[in-house]
């Protein structure tokens, strides 16, 4: 199949809580909703629409890759959006780590029941236990044995194709990705052999054996997720606004104590005002010192941040220069 975005073309109208109006048209000086000129979110909210779209409407057996994260938070009211007044037609899935933040289990949990959603969740303790990986151990990271679980869950399950709410801004393995990326039977990214997305054209045909990942969000930065999400009122784990909780520095970062996290001898366990930019397994992903509370206040603070998400709190990110690209030729998301 050809894929193809115009720059301007209407797609069919959607709710949002307040009123009702088209998403499908490109932003320009001239375009309008209701009076109101088309800025750049409603541009990219129209790209990630019509790619969910069109995948949806090409492949057998699409799944959405839900960490309930801010990123697959706003990728899964995209996901509602597009398909409105029906339900979402396809399953969410969430590889659990076992290393969990329990804001981040109950959130997803209330997500799904809300919109009646399929959830279906690959174990990475299972993955253990049936000696497909090697345990790493009380307090290791579990983040890299993950890829093991979901080639799994996207083979049992038959996925043809996933989508992910991954951003180049987040990492230059993540800049090397096209909209949609193509794994080979193995499951593992090739960058070289990617194929190309010149003016919004993409080519999704999936050779046997193959499957795709697609990344409506590629275009996103941080700051326009938070943007987004202000504009759209869309609910996130609490932990991604500024809360007190017991916190060890370990390795330049600050962990948040919990049974995955375990102070190691000689670590000090200060309660700090922290709040999460990313989650993750709790093994590896940091908080940072914040007082930001409300949207407009982290809004703020991600406007003069010039460190991403990722090089800022994910101690996985930290293991080599390559770690990223390392663990997508795995099979990682």
């Not at 951003?167 to 190309?196: C, I, Y």
């Not at 991604?240 to 060890?248: E, G, K, L, Q, W």
């Amino acid at each position: 199949m050809t894929i193809t975005f115009p720059q301007v073309h209407a797609h069919a109208r959607v709710e949002r809580p307040v009123e009702r109006h088209s998403t499908g048209q490109a932003a320009t000086g001239q375009a309008t909703q209701r009076g109101r000129t088309l800025d750049h979110l409603d541009a990219l909210e129209a790209h990630a629409v019509f790619v969910l779209r069109e995948i949806v409407a090409e492949c057998e057996r699409p799944v959405l890759l839900f960490s309930a994260g801010k990123d697959s938070a706003v990728l899964l009211h995209l996901a509602d959006k597009a398909f409105r007044p029906g339900r979402i037609p396809f399953p969410l899935l969430h590889v659990d780590t076992g290393d969990n933040f329990d804001e981040v289990i109950a959130f997803r949990d209330s997500r799904v029941a809300e919109l009646g959603v399929e959830l279906v969740v690959a174990s990475v303790q299972e993955s253990i236990n049936a000696r497909r990986v090697a345990d790493p151990g009380p307090g290791r990271s579990r983040n890299r044995i993950q890829s093991v679980t979901l080639l799994e869950a996207i083979s049992d399950h038959g996925f043809d194709a996933c989508f992910g709410g991954a951003r180049r801004d987040e990492d230059k393995a993540r800049a090397k990705e096209r909209v949609l990326s193509f794994r080979n039977a193995f499951g593992q990214w090739e960058p070289r052999t990617q194929r190309p997305e010149l003016w919004q054209l993409y080519y999704g045909r999936v050779n046997p054996g193959e499957h795709l990942r697609a990344f409506p969000l590629s275009d996103w930065t941080e700051l326009d997720v938070w943007r987004y999400i202000e504009r759209e009122q869309i609910e996130l784990p609490s932990i991604y606004f500024a809360h007190s909780r017991p916190v060890v520095e370990r390795d330049g970062m600050l962990l948040a104590v919990s049974q995955s996290v375990v102070p190691r001898p000689g670590e000090v366990v200060e309660e700090a005002t922290v709040r999460f930019r990313t989650v993750g397994d709790a093994t590896c992903t940091g908080a940072v010192r914040s007082t930001a509370r409300t949207l407009a206040e982290v809004i703020d603070e991600v406007a003069t941040s010039r460190v991403s998400e990722r090089g800022a709190t994910r101690a996985d990110d930290k293991v080599s220069e390559t770690s990223m690209e390392d663990r997508k030729r795995e099979g990682y998301f």
